[in-house]
Each structure stands twice: as C-alpha cells, then as structure tokens.
C-alpha cells in the first residue's frame, strides 16, 4: 500500500525532519514519491518523482536546504494501478472554481467507482478521485462540503479509500478503515497525519498518536478542526471475481473477504 503524511498549522514549521523520517519509507514503497508545500497562502509547490524517495538525489537536497511550511501532503507509492510514471505520481492537481485542489491516497478503488465520462492525465484510479471530487464541486461554493461528501460516500464502498487533499486554504481528511490513518497534535494548533506515526522532534507535551475516525469527513484550517461531518454507513460493493483481481494489491494484502459458501462474489473490507 501507498504511504500518505499531512501536516497543517497556523504558521510556518520548519519540517524537513519529519519529511526526512517519512520518506526513509521510500525503501519499501519504490514506486514514486511526492510532496505539496504551502507556505503563507503561496503555493502549492510541487515536487515529485517516479522513483523510490530513498534514491532521490532532488527530495535529499530539498530537505537539506530546509523545509518550512503551514500546510503539506507527502506521498510515497507502491503501485496497485497504473504504471511507474510521472503521470502516476502523487500528489495530483485539478483546477476547478479558480483553485488548484491537491490529492494524495492510499488505497485502491475498483473502475465501477467512477464516472466513465470523467478524464485524467494519468491512469491511476487516484486521479480519478480527484477528478469525481472537483467535479461534483463545480458551482456550489456554498454547498461545497455536502459536495464533497456526496463524491465520498458514493465511491468509498468500492475499496480502500484514505485522503489527504487540499485547495490550499483547508486540509480534507478521510480514511474508510478502522485504525489505517492516524493522526497527532504536534503543537498547539499543529496537526500531523500519518498511515504510520513518524518520528517527531521531542515535545513539553508528550505526542500521542490517534486514529482518525472512519468513513467520516474531517477539515482542518491553520491546525484547527473546522468540520466534522457525520459518519457514512458501512457499505460494501459485491462485484463479481475475475481471475485479474487475483493480481492486485488487496488481495496479495489480504484485504479481499469472501464468505463461508465460497461463492464468487467478492468485497473490499
């Protein structure tokens, strides 16, 4: 599975060491790595490669100079869709309403999650999240939320689906599986997320990690939770088995559940 870390406070934080913790996770995800800076309402800066972050002679000189922002999304890849390739590579960007919305997730979706009518530049189903998020935003500033929401619990059922997206202004957090995203108060007003906690500088207050709440939509601003949406049933796609399916991730993952009959019927749990 991909590896995802966010990060959002109410002023800038030097994080190159947390970033340099988090993609030392590159040696086992050696399928691309990738980062989305903010600093001060500017941005997003983004750099990312279709190689293992452990190799990267960029990303090391990147946190070498130093790293300081107010809100980031890390990403490092073990692909499950799509091929080794920069087009593939997290985080991806749509435009839509005059702002760039960034995206990064782990996880895998079926094709039956999406609207076919939907294009992207790659052919991950990861960018295809985005584009069915953006695209059920387009023209409702006010009921941009209940937008998102709406595009969240129609595909969460066809898999594993763990978030980290922004439009520079809020950080969008959502995971669909119990204990899979974490998250930390670094500092006051300070906030970390992680699939795995990472190793964070040494605090007055000792750091204690959290899981975020399943199939529940959470937004922070300047480290701040802003929403809480309510919690979306536990809904589970039955899809028919084709010998492929055999091949992806989840089920090398073990992440494919079927019933004691042994039909062919199969669901991501």
């Not at 279709?50 to 990267?56: E, I, Q, Y």
Request: glycine share 8%; with cysteine.
């Amino acid at each position: 599975m991909c590896m995802l870390l966010g990060f959002t406070a109410d002023k800038k934080y030097k994080i190159d060491g947390m970033l340099r913790a988090f993609f030392s996770n590159g040696a086992f995800h050696p399928h691309g790595w990738g980062l989305a800076l903010y600093d001060d309402g500017r941005g997003p800066f983004i750099a990312k490669e279709p190689l293992p972050a452990t190799r990267s002679v960029y990303l090391d000189a990147l946190l070498k100079s130093g790293v300081s922002a107010s809100l980031a999304i890390a990403h490092v890849r073990f692909a499950s869709k799509g091929n080794v390739s920069i087009a593939n590579t997290h985080p991806f960007v749509r435009r839509e309403s005059g702002r760039d919305w960034v995206l990064a997730h782990n996880g895998t979706l079926l094709d039956s999650a999406f609207d076919g009518r939907l294009s992207v530049a790659g052919d991950t189903d990861s960018e295809r999240i985005l584009a069915e998020i953006t695209d059920r935003m387009m023209g409702k500033k006010k009921d941009k939320i209940k937008a998102i929401e709406s595009a969240l619990r129609d595909m969460s059922p066809y898999g594993m689906l763990n978030l980290l997206f922004t439009d520079g202004e809020a950080l969008y957090v959502y995971c669909n599986r119990e204990g899979t995203l974490k998250f930390a108060e670094a500092r006051e007003n300070a906030v970390v997320f992680a699939t795995e906690p990472v190793r964070l500088k040494s605090n007055p207050i000792p750091i204690e990690w959290q899981p975020v709440p399943p199939r529940t939509l959470l937004v922070y601003r300047d480290g701040r939770l802003i929403y809480k949406g309510g919690q979306f049933a536990d809904r589970i796609a039955q899809v028919r088995l084709f010998p492929k399916w055999y091949e992806m991730e989840d089920w090398r993952q073990g992440n494919l559940m079927f019933d004691k009959k042994g039909v062919d019927d199969y669901a991501f749990m």
